[in-house]
C-alpha cells in the first residue's frame, strides 16, 4: 500500500517562499512510470495542478504558476518537495501531494494515492 504524507509549514508570510515535502512510502518514487504530482485546493474554489516531478527526475510545471514553482526529490529519502516563491494571501489553500500512473496536467486527472493534505495560510 502506497502512503503519501505531506509536511511542511502551515503559515508562510507574504513573499517568502513555501517549502512543502511529500514522503512517500510502500513504493519507490523511481519507479516506472508515475508522475507524482502537487496540487491544490484554495479555500471555496476547485482544485488546482501545480506540477509534477516523472519517476526519472523531469518535471513539468502550470504555466500560470511556473515561474515561481520548482520541484525536487531526494531519491535516498523517497521524498519529493515542493517550493512556491512569493506568495501572496492567493497562494492560501490546502496542498496535495498525489501519484498518478501518466503524465497529465489536470488537478482531475486519475491519482491512485493520494496524501491529506496539508493546510498552508500566507498572512503576516
Known amino acids: 500500500q502506497v502512503q503519501l504524507q505531506e509536511s511542511g509549514p502551515g503559515l508562510v508570510k507574504p513573499s517568502q517562499t513555501l517549502s512543502l515535502t511529500c514522503t512517500v512510502s510502500?513504493?519507490?518514487?523511481?519507479?516506472?512510470?508515475?508522475?507524482w504530482n502537487w496540487i491544490r485546493q484554495p479555500p471555496g474554489k476547485g482544485l488546482e495542478w501545480i506540477g509534477n516531478?516523472?519517476?526519472?527526475?523531469?518535471?513539468y510545471y502550470s504555466p500560470s504558476l511556473k515561474s515561481r514553482t520548482s520541484i525536487s526529490r531526494d531519491t535516498s529519502k523517497n521524498q519529493f518537495t515542493l517550493q512556491l516563491s512569493s506568495v501572496t494571501p492567493e497562494d492560501t489553500a490546502v496542498y496535495y501531494c498525489?501519484?498518478?500512473?501518466?503524465?497529465?496536467?489536470?488537478?482531475?486527472?486519475?491519482?491512485?494515492?493520494w496524501g491529506q493534505g496539508t493546510q498552508v495560510t500566507v498572512s503576516s
Open positions: 498525489a501519484r498518478a500512473g501518466y503524465y497529465s496536467d489536470s488537478a482531475y486527472a486519475t491519482y491512485d494515492y
Open positions: 510502500g513504493g519507490s518514487i523511481t519507479t516506472n512510470y508515475y508522475y
Open positions: 516531478i516523472a519517476y526519472i527526475g523531469s518535471t
